[in-house]
């Protein structure tokens, strides 16, 4: 199977996501993404409970 395929068979299921989800999904990378470059060893359990419970309210 080409690479290609696989990389969409990864992202499938955020594509696929409805709105809400989708803004879950993109908050939760852009907030890893941001500790990664950082290169933050915290917990981030907590920020990510933030993240959905803004979302549901």
Known sequence: M????NIDDVQEPI?????EVR?????VWKLEKSRLDRKSKGHINDDILDIIKEAVQ
């Open 23 to 27: 803004q879950i999904i993109e908050r």
């Open 15 to 19: 594509t696929s996501a409805p709105p």
């Open 2 to 5: 080409p690479q290609e395929a």
